[in-house]
């Protein structure tokens, strides 16, 4: 059974940048399915922040695509979310995803000074 | 970009009775692709349905759903009790964002 765990601080102070990282396990980084980050904000609904593919290949939501870096780390099975330059607007809990069955439990990442 | 929007914001049912859903998008769905996710307060989406109408594995076959275009569909034929919850449609695209859900209905007892 594959399974998703995200990581990474819970507070960012505004105009920082926030990491995240996804841990898979009981499954393979390289299937042939795309991984994404989405993101909720407290009482909203979900947005898709972006993708990655095993091989690298990425796609990002337009709106944030100038903030936003994905990555993909296959020997420690793993992918990551960078997104700079925060502000208040970018809390959220953000979920990692492999599409679209399967998805971590979420971290709730606040921007705050 | 593709702008879904779900009706009714908040539907009040009771169980046992038969949900029905609404997902409109802006534009046509040209990719076919439309799925439906479910969310629990505290809990991560669980995808129901995906491609429109292929329910996902262990989703119950009191979950169906349809559509095409830009007009789609969740039924929920007889409501038990864990079903009241947040639901989300999620359309794949050509054009970007790739993905893009709409903003949830609340499915709550009555």
């Known amino acids: 059974q594959v399974q998703l765990q995200e990581s990474g601080p819970g507070l960012v102070k505004p105009s920082g940048t926030l990491s995240l990282t996804c841990a898979v396990s009981?499954?393979?980084?390289?299937?042939?399915?795309?991984w994404s980050w989405v993101r909720q904000p407290p009482g909203k609904g979900l947005e898709w922040i972006g993708e990655i593919y095993h091989s690298g290949d990425t796609n990002y939501n337009p709106s944030l695509k100038s903030r936003v870096t994905i990555s993909v780390d296959k020997s420690k099975k793993q992918f990551s979310l960078k997104l700079n330059s925060v502000t208040a607007a970018d809390t959220a809990v953000y979920y990692c995803a492999r599409h679209w069955a399967y998805w971590g439990q979420g971290t709730l990442v606040t921007v705050s000074s | 970009e593709i702008v879904l929007t779900q009706s009714p914001g908040t539907l009040s049912l009771s169980p046992g009775e038969r949900a029905t859903l609404s997902c409109r998008a802006s534009q046509s769905v040209t990719s076919g692709y439309l799925a439906w996710f479910q969310q629990k307060p505290g809990q991560a989406p669980r995808l129901l349905i995906s491609?429109?109408?292929s329910r996902a594995t262990g989703i119950p076959d009191r979950f169906s759903s349809s559509g095409s275009g830009t007009d789609f569909t969740l039924t929920i034929s007889r409501l038990e009790p864990e079903d009241f919850a947040v639901y989300y449609c999620q359309q794949y695209g050509s054009s970007p964002p790739k993905y893009t859900f709409g903003q949830g209905t609340k499915l709550e007892i009555k």
């Open positions: 491609g429109t109408s």
């Open positions: 009981g499954g393979s980084i390289s299937s042939s399915d795309w």
